[in-house]
């Protein structure tokens, strides 16, 4: 059935997305986490099927253009240090076999819940991200496992299991990754 008026059916959806907008944005936040399962697991097929191939590559590639190569590594590094934390969480995870990943998105979605300053002191900007259940500990790489904290007061907190959010903080993170964590489970 055609709408009456489609204007007005268009209005009322713009509407709805201007009054839903966290809503909607921790819905996308969930259903990328869905997909991106799915196109890592198709890049995991793609790397084991053709080790050799992109190892004998990459070494050509640096034989020609070495010095070209590592500045482009560089330039990315500096560009990308959210996604530079979630390697070597990640690496620190895999050492420990520990479960879960995050990616840096997540981090720009746990913002988002968790906003900016240290919940520990309530003072500093917190900018290092924290294992509320260190890794040491068992705890895994999961985004549902991270907090903020500022440099000082996650030094301090070192490997003791803290967990600074609120229940509602905890809710919304949790609503914003069941997805995924139902795909590691
Ligand atoms: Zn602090």
Known sequence: MAAKDPEKNRRRCVQYLASHREQNRLRCAAYRAR?????????REYYRTHKEARRAYGREQYREKGEERRRV?????????????????????????ASGRWWAQDIR????????????????????IDHVIPLAR????????????CNRCNSSKSTTRKDF?????????????????????
């Open 73 to 97: 590594t560089r330039d990315w590094c500096r560009a990308h240090p959210c996604e530079l934390r979630a390697y070597s969480s990640a690496y620190r995870a895999r050492k420990r076999s």
């Open 165 to 185: 959010r609120t229940k509602e903080q905890r809710q919304r993170i949790l609503r914003a990754f069941q997805l995924q964590l139902f795909k590691d489970a």
């Open 109 to 128: 979605t746990l913002r988002v819940v968790l906003g900016s300053l240290c919940p520990a002191c309530g003072k500093r900007r917190s900018g290092s």
């Open 138 to 149: 068992g705890g895994s790489n999961h985004p549902t496992n991270l907090q903020f904290l």
């Open 35 to 43: 997909d991106r399962e799915a196109a890592s697991a198709r890049d």
